[in-house]
């Protein structure tokens, strides 16, 4: 367990937690400042006490007093953190995280004794020794100076240039830390359950202006003509959230309703494009303040456009980053779409600020808490604050986008492990952001608006300042008046929200549901959509709870009815003459019309097309097209369907049915089979295909 030299030490109390020394990938950095005959330490002598990715979970940062000194002419920074660290188990070790920092000092209760730094670089973290015993329950200040030089890419403390009109390259110096680069500005306990309060200092020249998560509450002068913003203490947060810029840019500021001061920087020159952004945000934060029922707890909130940046926003708290095309619109140039896509993100990144920064997962495996949120509240805020910009059809895209992935064995769970910064990046992807929202909107419009709504003000008044697993949100959702409802809804069908909710995050792939009319009654099938169609069987089943919904041409009203195993049926009467599943594609799942029933479909659609919602329409032609690829649909069948389209009056079912039959001519083109390529074009001219039914 421990090493023979180590035994020594362990007669000055040493004791070693939970762990074994790592034999492999370890550095030693001397003390920049050696303590001398102060100290009896040979770090040589000492070997790395942690070898796990996560670290020890009994050093538990509360407070980091954070100073940072950036030079952009240099283009690097020093910096200091002292760290105030409750210490839950004897221990004389403690490990945090950091990433390419070298470090100049270190030290513990005495500020002359200068401890040895021990590195274990493929773990990203560095271990401080202290002679003397850190005991439990104790409070203790962490002391460390380091520096570095400003990265280059998009992550961590980086520079970003830009160039003013009369050519002239000007620098700046911001910020992204999610997930995991933190580490790479400063030394601190970077996993996300790690929340703490953070109050910076920053020190820089007279032309540059400094930003971080709160407002500066006092600039001092230092030597050499230089400044020093002090920021006021944030509240309790994740590292990854915390942010700072240095640049030269200039802002336009408004206030919400309750008094938050909102600002939009950007490059001198872009500052004219800065208005829209503005006005939306002011809108953006009231709503959400309305919605969520829990007010901003900062006082400002900053949106930045920065030249350099990788995703497309980040919500740090207080200070959302920006790449330009992301937050600036001229009014002159821009067009309808540039408009919807800066609402979105300014909506999801400020929905953020509540689902991510006050509520964080857990742990990154997670990550869909934060981001199929996110993506999902920027349909709901879009559509409150600016309905006429549509985002409704936005959503059906997303939602199609998810099934095309979700459909591919390559495909994975919400909620899958990561433990590495690669795994972890890895998450950031189609599956946590659009999936995530797809299941989401099925949830809601599962539960009803309010239910769902009074759910999630819930769960962020409970869990916030800390951090929540999947299981949190279903136990707020599922309380005693949602019970009611359910019970109502579904006359009293037995109803367990993890159980179903699980189904949608604990495993991959997209549910098919193959519907028969049998005189009366309407036969579910459940299997699972996939599109390697001369793939094996599977030798593990997929199972889903599905909230199935339809409507028929009898009554005008939304049916509901649970699906919770892989056969099921319901009484819907004789007299409907055609039923259509999944309504408006509120539902994560395809449905496959059995015998003569995508016959019907294409009849209503022929006949009398206003009969079915824009959004049936589209989802009728998507689920006919993505059965065709899967092997259970003739393509015949599939371009029957479309053949009402020449008086299809909606752009969007338009634009989808005349994809799918550009895609499928593509393919019959190269395969050289005329006869079909002839037949596409009639089928669009309607007339016989209707003789075959
Ligand atoms: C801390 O010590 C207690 C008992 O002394 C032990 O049960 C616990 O596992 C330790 N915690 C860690 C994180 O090592
Ligand atoms: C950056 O370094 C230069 C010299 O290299 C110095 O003149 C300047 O004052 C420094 N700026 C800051 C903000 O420290
Ligand atoms: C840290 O933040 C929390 C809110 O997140 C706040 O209640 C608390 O007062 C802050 N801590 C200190 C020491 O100010
Ligand atoms: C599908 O993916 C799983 C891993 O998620 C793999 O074990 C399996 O072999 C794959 N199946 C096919 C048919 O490729
Ligand atoms: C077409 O459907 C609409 C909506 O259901 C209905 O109001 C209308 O009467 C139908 N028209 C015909 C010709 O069936
Ligand atoms: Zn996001």
Same mark, same amino acid.
């Given at each position: 367990m421990v090493s023979v030299r180590l035994l020594v030490l362990f007669l000055l109390s040493v004791s070693l937690l939970g762990s074994q020394p790592t034999q492999s990938s370890q550095q030693v950095s001397s003390p920049a400042h050696p303590a001398g005959e102060q100290s009896p330490l040979d770090p040589s002598s000492l070997s790395f006490p942690w070898s796990r990715l996560r670290l020890p979970r009994y050093i538990i940062p509360l407070h980091y007093h954070l100073f940072l000194?950036?030079?952009?002419?240099? @283009? $690097?920074?020093t910096g200091s953190v002292q760290i105030q660290i409750d210490v839950q188990n004897n221990t004389n070790w403690v490990v945090l995280h950091s990433k390419g920092l070298h470090i100049s000092k270190a030290t513990i209760l005495d500020q002359n004794l200068v401890l040895p730094v021990l590195h274990n670089p493929s773990h990203e973290q560095i271990g401080i020794f202290s002679p003397r015993v @850190? $005991?439990?329950?104790?409070?203790?200040?962490?002391?460390?100076?380091?520096?570095?030089?400003?990265?280059?890419?998009?992550?961590?403390?980086?520079?970003?240039?830009?160039?003013?009109s009369q050519g002239e390259t000007r620098t700046l110096a911001s910020?992204?830390?999610?997930?995991?680069?933190?580490?790479m500005a400063f030394p601190c306990f970077d996993e996300p359950n790690f929340k703490a309060n953070f109050s910076v200092r920053i020190r820089r020249s007279q032309e540059y202006i400094s930003l971080s998560n709160m407002p500066v509450v006092k600039t001092v002068e230092v030597n050499g003509g230089l400044l020093e913003d002090q920021f006021a203490e944030s509240v309790k947060m994740s590292t990854y959230l915390v942010a700072f810029v240095i640049c030269d840019f200039k802002s336009v500021t408004g206030t919400t309703s309750s008094g938050v001061q909102v600002s939009i920087y950007a490059a001198p020159e872009k500052w004219q494009q800065t208005h829209y952004a503005l006005e939306v945000a002011v809108k953006m934060l009231d709503f959400y303040e309305d919605y969520f029922n829990i007010r901003y707890p900062l006082p400002k909130q900053d949106l930045i456009a920065i030249p350099d940046f990788q995703s497309g926003a980040m919500e740090n708290w207080g200070l959302t980053t920006y790449r330009?095309?992301?937050?600036?619109?001229?009014?002159?140039?821009?067009?309808?779409s540039d408009k919807l896509w800066v609402t979105m993100v300014i909506g999801h990144e400020l929905a953020h600020q509540w689902f991510g920064n006050l509520v964080t997962m857990e742990w990154w495996n997670d990550i869909w808490l934060n981001e199929g949120f996110a993506r999902y509240m920027e349909y709901i805020s879009v559509e409150a604050t600016y309905p006429d910009l549509k985002v409704e059809e936005y959503l059906l895209h997303t939602c199609f986008a998810a099934v095309g992935l979700d459909s591919l064995n390559s495909s994975r769970p919400i909620s899958s492990p990561a433990e590495n910064p690669t795994q972890?990046?890895?998450m950031f992807d189609t599956v946590s952001y659009d999936k995530g929202a797809c299941v989401l909107h099925m949830l809601r419009h599962f539960l009803t608006d309010e239910v769902f709504q009074s759910g999630i003000v819930r769960y962020l008044r409970k869990y916030s300042y800390k951090n929540a697993h999947n299981q949190d949100l279903w136990d707020s959702l599922a309380n005693v008046r949602i019970k009611i409802i359910l019970m109502y809804l579904f006359a009293g069908e037995h109803l367990d929200l993890t159980a179903m909710m699980n189904t949608w995050t604990l495993q991959k792939g997209i549910p098919l549901v193959t519907v028969t009319r049998k005189g009366p009654r309407l036969l579910f099938k459940l299997q699972h959509l996939h599109f390697s169609v001369?793939?094996?069987?599977?030798?593990y089943s997929f199972l889903w709870q599905i909230p199935l919904t339809y409507k028929t041409d009898v009554s005008g009203t939304i049916h509901r009815h649970l699906m919770t195993s892989p056969t099921d049926s319901i009484h819907i009467g004789e007299e409907a003459s055609w039923v259509k599943v999944n309504t408006d594609m509120t539902g994560f799942y395809v449905v496959h019309y059995e015998e003569s029933g995508w016959d019907v479909m294409t009849k209503l659609l022929r006949e009398n097309y206003t009969a079915l919602s824009y959004k049936d329409r589209t989802q009728l032609i998507h689920n006919a097209f993505q059965l065709v690829t899967a092997g259970h649909l003739p393509l015949n069948k599939a371009l029957d369907l479309i053949g009402y389209l020449k008086r299809e009056t909606?752009?969007?079912p338009l634009l989808k049915?005349?994809?799918?039959?550009?895609?499928?001519?593509?393919?019959?083109?190269?395969r050289d089979e005329l006869d079909l390529t002839q037949n596409l074009g009639s089928h669009l001219d309607g007339g016989q295909e209707l003789t075959r039914m």
């Open positions: 000194h950036p030079n952009l002419t240099s @283009l $690097s920074f @850190l $005991s439990s329950g104790q409070k203790y200040f962490l002391y460390i100076e380091f520096e570095a030089e400003l990265a280059e890419g998009f992550y961590g403390f980086y520079k970003s240039t830009y160039r003013t910020t992204h830390f999610e997930p995991t680069s933190a580490r330009e095309t992301s937050l600036l619109f001229d009014p002159l140039t821009s067009s309808v972890i990046k890895e001369d793939a094996p069987f599977y030798f909606h752009t969007v049915g005349l994809g799918y039959l550009e895609a499928f001519y593509h393919i019959i083109e190269k």
